[in-house]
């Protein structure tokens, strides 16, 4: 299915390459939010699970992927503006829930703390409440060779720390696209890195605990920079917390291995359309257990 693509002006200073993908028998629709340095193609294995049962709306930051030739880029943006332009989304697209990933989950957070009135319920996948050792680490080296606008360690930093469970294919394509982006971008990422490591990280609880809606955290079992142990510190302040730990799978979920993508399916599903989605199980299991009877019978004659 093709989407409905749409360049969408927020305020007057940013214009947002958005992809809509409808369908005629949603009722709801749910935005995703990108992580750091990524582009809506970064959802390609999402999107497969999700299209059937929402309308999906993707979007590229100002400085990044389709929206890039449409800014100018003479100021990194902060995470208060990627807040502000998910708010004018969600009210553009009428959207009723929303899915982040890795650092996309600072800015959605920052935005569901605000309470937009249309969203029901949020997915916050690959994400934590603190920078451990290893996140600290990663993201010391990452602020020198984005300092150093050096492509090839950067694309080598990723794929061997966050990226170290996705497999190979998965591994050239996304050295492709780190080794390749425009100067502005490993700029942007710089900034964006240096508040990071500068700032308390209790910005993100304090987020979470004006929250109200229901939340969905989801990490990877051999995630160890955003390790399900640290998202659980959400528990104590988001009102209404869930937590999910994908098996064997590590910060890129589904993206790694065909059995991650069914858990990470059932897992988003399970919480976001529990009663139908449910109801269809179910009714896909009774078809199962139907044909394998039949089968038996047939053997058996």
């Known amino acids: 299915m ?22 005629p028998t949603a009722e709801k629709t749910i935005i995703l939010v990108n992580g750091s340095l990524a582009t809506t193609a970064s959802f390609a294995q999402t999107l497969r699970y999700l299209r059937p049962h929402f309308n999906v709306v993707l979007y590229d930051q100002p400085y990044a992927g389709q929206s890039r030739p449409h800014n100018w ?20 697209f009428a959207a009723d829930h929303v899915l982040s ?24 996948a690959s994400f934590s409440a603190r920078l451990n050792p290893p996140m600290r680490d990663y993201l010391q080296n ?86 399900a142990a640290d998202a659980r510190l959400f528990a ?24 991650a993508w069914h858990a990470c399916r059932h897992a988003l599903l399970d919480f976001l359309r529990p009663s139908s989605w449910l109801n269809q199980r179910h009714d896909q299991q009774t078809k199962d257990n139907q044909y394998r009877h039949s089968a038996n019978t047939c053997l058996a004659t």
Not at 101 to 124: D, H, M, Y
Not at 151 to 180: A, D, M
Not at 236 to 259: K, P, T, V
């Open 2 to 23: 093709t989407p409905e693509t749409a360049i969408v002006e927020i305020h007057p200073q940013y214009r947002v390459h958005t992809e809509h993908y409808r369908n």
């Open 73 to 92: 880029h003479k100021q990194p943006l902060r995470k208060e503006d990627e807040a502000d332009i998910l708010l004018q989304l969600i009210e553009h």
């Open 101 to 124: 990933f890795s650092w996309g989950g600072a800015a959605t957070l920052l935005a569901l703390a605000q309470r937009p009135p249309r969203i029901e319920k949020a997915v916050i």
């Open 142 to 227: 990452g602020l020198n060779y984005l300092h150093a606008c050096d492509r090839e360690q950067i694309g080598r930093l990723i794929n061997g720390c966050i990226g170290k469970h996705l497999p190979p294919l998965f591994k050239r394509f996304n050295y492709r696209h780190i080794s390749s982006l425009d100067e502005h971008e490993y700029r942007q990422m710089h900034w964006h890195v240096h508040e990071v490591l500068s700032q308390n990280t209790q910005g993100y609880l304090n987020c979470a605990a004006a929250i109200t809606i229901p939340l969905l955290f989801i990490n990877g079992e051999r995630d160890e920079y955003t390790t």
């Open 236 to 259: 104590e302040y988001a009102a209404q917390s869930q937590f999910r730990m994908i098996s064997n799978s590590g910060h890129f979920l589904d993206m790694e291995h065909q059995a």
